[in-house]
């Protein structure tokens, strides 16, 4: 099979795929915040969460239902700054695997990736990971919501924690932004065979 790319290019379109894979299954779950409420475990993502109390008509008293799920509807994310978050670092992930997926066609089509459509789709790169970027420092923001302040302590707030921690997904939907606007955007320069001549 002819390949559009070289072997920078090879390696641009596998650390691509991998950038952002991290990134979309980082924001996907729901361990950007870990917390605990009523002895349980909770966490949280920008629009899932785990573990959320309801009232138990029989026993008059709140119960913990250790399950994951997202939230009933877009309005029920608990602050709007966890909704641009979401609405941000989604683009920002669509961007990623959008580049991600096309740099992988482009090892087994000729002609697909020339140095300039690598240029572009580096810049893409930089946009999303940019933008995921952008979700990752507005997600603290969110913090002094209810929802949150009853799991972290009333003592949390805005960049402030509480009783709670940082979750592994937050960092790896950072982490993959991150190699993505560094690396990735770097490599896509040298990623095409070719530059393609139009007839115009």
Request: aromatic residues 12%.
């Amino acid at each position: 099979m002819a390949s559009s790319l070289t072997c920078t290019g090879v390696i641009w379109a596998l650390l691509s795929f991998l950038c952002a894979a991290t990134s979309c299954v980082g924001f996907f779950m729901p361990y950007w915040l870990w917390g605990s409420q009523l002895g349980k475990p909770v966490s949280f993502g920008t629009f899932r969460r785990c573990s959320y109390p309801v009232h138990d008509e029989s026993r008059q008293m709140m119960v913990m239902v250790e399950e994951c799920g997202r939230y009933a509807s877009f309005q029920g994310i608990p602050s709007a700054e966890w909704r641009i978050c979401t609405i941000v670092t989604g683009l920002g992930c669509g961007l990623l695997l959008l580049v991600a997926l096309t740099a992988l066609m482009g090892c087994c089509v000729s002609d697909l990736i020339s140095r300039t459509v690598g240029r572009v789709a580096g810049g893409i790169q930089f946009l999303g990971g940019l933008l995921i970027g952008a979700g990752c420092a507005l997600y603290p923001l969110g913090w002094d919501s209810e929802e949150v302040r009853q799991t972290c302590g009333y003592t949390s707030g805005q960049f402030d924690l509480g009783k709670c921690e940082i979750g592994w997904a937050y960092y790896c939907t950072g982490a993959g932004a991150t190699a993505a606007m560094l690396l990735c955007t770097w490599l896509a320069c040298f990623s095409g065979k070719k530059q393609k001549h139009y007839p115009y």
